[in-house]
């Protein structure tokens, strides 16, 4: 079926490799909304907004007729500011569902995040969907990323529209903006002198194409049918490595 895309947070790390991807199988209606502009493609329409302003994202996905909406979109993992997280992760993205319900879009992807199952302390090994959100999240981020993506699944059936969330672990890849950056930041500060640990954890992580390619397929398969409707996903390259 021929989509009208919009990908929210389409000028960040994942939401760009998404954009490219779909520009890359010949998708001819793709929408962007961002609270900057980073990329400036003659084919692609771009909204500037900020998605914890209603009016701003359900202007852009009535306007574009969107049909599915792909939520990149959060402050970076390592904010400081937790009044952010609790705006943007979930009151914002009470502002794409209800935008969603009220335009009749068919299906709404959420990038979630593998840490929504983590309380910061306790062993996960081989872990599947199955496992539950923890009583106390490990800090603001996980639990808003926790509370964006109930509120997403507990949407799915209003008005018709199919939902779905993904959870990758930490994203790695070209035009990384968070983890590289981060460990040189790490190196350059000095702070390597000292282990916490057998130096034996392991971690997952997910390169960004695979991230991005999970998404567009999320859309593709979306349905009541196969079951992937009101589920959430865990997205990982499947070899832990040492951390
Ligand atoms: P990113 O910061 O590169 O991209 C996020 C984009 O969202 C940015 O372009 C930003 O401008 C936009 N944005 C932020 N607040 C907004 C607002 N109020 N209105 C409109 N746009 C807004 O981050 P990323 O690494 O691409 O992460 C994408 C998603 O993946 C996020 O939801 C994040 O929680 C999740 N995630 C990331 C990682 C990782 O390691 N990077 C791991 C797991 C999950």
Redesign the pocket.
Known sequence: MVENYLI??G?????RWVVELLIKRGETSITV????QRYFDKEIKHYQ????NYDDISECIEKENITAVIH??????DGKFEELFWK?NVE?TKNVIEACVKCGVKKLVY?????VVYDGYSELINTDETAPYPEKHMNVYNET?ATGEKLILEANGRNGLLTCALR????FGPND???IPGFIKVMEQGQTKFQIGNNENLVDWTYVENCAYAHILAVDKLSVENQTAGEAFFITNGTPVPF
């Open positions: 929210i947070g000028d960040g790390f994942v939401g909304f961002d609270i900057v907004g900020d998605l914890t990149t979109a959060s402050p970076p993992h943007v914002g990038t979630s995040s593998s840490s990323k990758p672990c930490g994203i903006r968070q983890a």
